[in-house]
């Protein structure tokens, strides 16, 4: 290893900007992460680990604390408005590999893991982490060998190198590759999710769905059993007052779920109190690099193809372990480590992007009649001798990528 130690500004303290630092500081990394939010943000429901994304949490060593706090999903159902079963899903069925994986765990978890871990590294190795909450970056001005950087608190700093890891609407992609129209493609719908009580007659252990025009909603099972996950799907064209507005957001929401039985009511009531609602475009981000310079965009700032993929957290945790194993193998060359980055990346990142069962069209129905033959589908391919063709559909979700080979003294973790 090289005797320069380089310095790494991380903006966004999400799965990938957490992720990234733990590993950075874990090799020696000095790494300052900066958080728009004012605290950790909680929220979000479970997502998948296998293939190459469980591998990265099992070097990182994190599946202890994963296990800790996993969900316990036994699989996924369709129901009426009356609430009856018409299509199921076992996990068992589908070896792990159907739309509930091996391992889920609630966003929310998977963050606080990384951060305890960071704690730990932080007090093994003080000094070489800063976390700086309520902050952000407003400026960035490139050199050939640093970036200076303003922020909107904290006094301006120069930095060896600069990760966007700030999500689907990255400020640091704005500012070092252009404006997001540039790069986000709207999908032709929205997401909501948020915590609920769990209503008393929930099957335990399950995913639940109900589907009507206009709206996909589920109720899905969290580490705690007395409180489960709502998650809304909505098809509906681009409206740019829904974009932080969380009135006119949950107004579109109880107009779609008005009159739609089984839980809608009990989601419509639930959602004012929610302190976890979230609610964004469906978007798809596409870049021909994620590198500008000495700036690197990692997670969903890079490439997304919306919580309908759900792959954007496996892909987050790959891409944070390539960029921490590229810099820690070459710290004295960022340039050529950012390049063979964005070459490991590319293949994971195109996996992550892609949408099953045809996108929104076809995961929500548009009419009454479109409704009535997605329930058809859902019997249809749910039935018995479709299993191993779905088997084979879900398989193809990116676990057949191996994570590439990164030559260095010690593996990061
Ligand atoms: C609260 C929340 C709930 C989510 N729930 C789900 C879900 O249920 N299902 C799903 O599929 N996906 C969900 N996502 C998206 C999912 O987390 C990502 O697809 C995936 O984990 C990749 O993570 P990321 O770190 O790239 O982005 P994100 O998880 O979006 O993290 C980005 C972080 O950057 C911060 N940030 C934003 N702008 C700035 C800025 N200008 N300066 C500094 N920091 C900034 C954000 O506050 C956030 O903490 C959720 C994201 C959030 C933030």
Not at 139 to 149: F, G, I, K, N, R
Not at 185 to 204: M, R, V
Not at 218 to 232: C, E, F, H, N, V
Request: aromatic share 6%; proline share 5%; net charge negative.
């Amino acid at each position: 290893m090289s005797t320069t130690t380089p310095r790494v500004l991380v903006s966004g303290a999400g799965i990938a900007g957490l992720a990234l630092a733990l590993q950075l500081i874990r090799a020696g990394i000095r790494t300052t992460v900066v958080e728009r939010a004012a605290a950790p943000r909680p929220g979000g429901q479970a997502v998948d680990l296998r293939g190459a994304s469980r591998e990265v949490a099992e070097r990182m060593g994190l599946l202890p604390g994963i296990e800790r706090r996993r969900v316990h999903e036994i699989g996924m159902s369709y129901v009426d408005a009356r609430g009856r079963v018409f299509g199921r899903m076992s996990m068992a069925d589908f070896d792990g590999n159907g739309a509930v994986a091996e391992i889920e765990i609630a966003r929310g978890d998977l963050a606080e893991v990384l951060r305890e871990s960071l704690a730990e590294a932080d007090a093994d190795a003080p000094g070489l982490l800063e976390v700086r909450y309520g902050d952000r970056i407003t400026a960035l001005e490139q050199h050939d060998d640093a970036v200076d950087v303003s922020f909107e608190r904290a006094a301006s700093e120069r930095y060896d190198l600069v990760v966007g890891a700030d999500g689907v609407h990255s400020a640091t992609r704005r500012l070092a590759f252009g404006a997001e129209e540039r790069f986000a493609h709207a999908l032709g719908g929205y997401a909501a999710f948020f915590t609920l009580p769990t209503p008393a007659d929930i099957e335990d252990g399950w995913f639940t769905m109900r589907f009507v025009p206009g709206i996909a909603f589920g109720i899905r099972p969290d580490r705690d059993p007395s409180t489960s996950k709502a998650i809304l799907t909505i098809r509906a064209d681009r409206n740019p007052a829904l974009r932080g507005d969380r009135g006119t957001q949950q107004a579109l929401i109880s107009e779609l779920l008005e009159g739609a039985g089984w839980h809608a009511d009990t989601i419509i009531d639930a959602m004012a109190d929610a302190d976890d609602f979230y609610f964004d475009e469906l978007v798809r981000i596409d870049l021909d690099s994620p590198v500008a310079g000495r700036v690197v965009l990692l997670g969903d700032a890079a490439s997304c193809g919306s919580p309908m993929t759900g792959m954007g957290t496996a892909t987050a945790l790959i891409g944070a372990h390539l960029l921490a194993a590229r810099i820690v193998a070459r710290p004295d060359d960022l340039p050529g480590a950012l390049a063979a980055y964005a070459a490991d990346i590319a293949p994971f990142a195109e996996v992550g992007k892609k949408i099953p069962y045809g996108g929104i069209e076809r995961m929500v129905p548009a009419s009454r009649f479109g409704a009535a033959v997605s329930r058809m589908l859902v019997r249809v391919t749910l039935s018995k001798p479709f299993r191993p063709l779905m088997r084979r559909a879900f398989a193809a979700g990116g676990t057949e990528l191996a994570l590439p080979t990164v030559e260095m003294s010690e593996p990061v973790r």
